[in-house]
């Protein structure tokens, strides 16, 4: 089953996460399908927008913790190789791929953004919110201190990337678009129209124009360290993870959200 919705609207293609019984939690398929939708958008050459947005009530609630990534495990467990090496692709690496896909990209979000979610709505270009919109990262409390595409910093400024992540709080859609995260802010209802309206005035534009200036800007902020400073925050976050599996024998330091060993066998048996 596909998680991922995908239509297309003139010259802009709508990107749709479709798991609202789990807020759209993530997990491996599905963000293996969101992965080839943004592949997809981009290879269409009558595509020149990108909008990325949920059903449901919520944008998404981020991991989904309670079904644990194959890639995670080797032989039954997990290993710091392994699951490393599944984060860098399935995290760090597609965040990364959509946030240089030079076609403009806008996130349209509703209720929660908590933890993974924002390495979806990060990448894109533009963020819109609905006045109900939420934002969150507290995976401090599982000891690691942040999401693995780790724009925290670049997105909220120092000060209020800490406070963020050292309080684990929920930042509301005012309080993004106060800090700069956010382009806008609109009702509720209104955010779909919203959002594909501005879509398509941006789709009126030379999309080579677009291109051009979504790379200017992209090389500035990689220039000034971005790109370095992500993979150098996810090395960081893998200190986390490996301070839990030698405390806990789990990636996180709360063990409910991945079974055991013997849990896994007996669910397999």
Same mark, same amino acid.
């Given at each position: ?140 409390? @599982?000891?690691? $201190?942040? +999401? ?6 670049? %997105? !909220?400024? =120092? *000060? ?16 993004? @678009?106060?800090? $700069?995260? +956010? ?6 209802? %209104? !955010?779909? =129209? *919203? ?21 200017? +800007? ?9 790109? =370095? ?41």
């Amino acid at each position: 089953m596909s998680y991922i919705d995908y239509e297309v609207d003139g010259a802009v293609a709508v990107i749709i996460l479709n798991r609202p019984d789990k807020r759209n939690a993530q997990d491996e398929s599905l963000l293996r399908d969101l992965d080839a939708r943004w592949q997809q958008a981009a290879a269409d050459d009558a595509v020149k927008v990108i909008v990325v947005r949920a059903n449901g009530d919520h944008f998404s609630s981020g991991h989904d913790l309670e079904t644990p990534a194959p890639g995670y495990f080797r032989e039954g467990r997990t290993t710091l190789e392994s699951a490393y090496g599944w984060e860098n692709e399935y995290y760090l690496g597609f965040s990364r791929k959509w946030r240089d896909v030079p076609k403009p990209s806008i996130a349209a979000v509703q209720g929660a953004c908590v933890a993974g979610a924002l390495n979806v709505i990060w990448p894109c270009d533009l963020i819109i919110a609905a006045d109900n919109a939420y934002f969150s990262d507290p995976v401090v409390k @599982f000891g690691v $201190g942040g +999401v693995e595409y780790h724009a925290h910093t670049w %997105e !909220l400024g =120092a *000060r209020r990337a800490k406070e963020m992540l050292f309080t684990a709080r929920k930042f509301t859609a005012a309080e993004a @678009f106060d800090a $700069g995260m +956010v382009n806008r802010v609109v009702p509720l209802g %209104e !955010l779909e =129209a *919203r959002t594909m309206e501005l879509a398509h005035e941006i789709s009126e534009m030379d999309a080579w124009g677009l291109a051009t200036a979504k790379r200017a +800007v992209n090389q500035t902020l990689d220039v000034m360290g971005q790109h =370095a400073a992500m993979q150098s925050a996810f090395d960081i976050h893998w200190h986390g993870h490996a301070n839990a599996l030698l405390r806990t024998g789990y990636p996180l330091l709360t063990p409910g959200p991945l079974p055991s060993e013997a849990s896994r066998k007996a669910e397999n048996s």
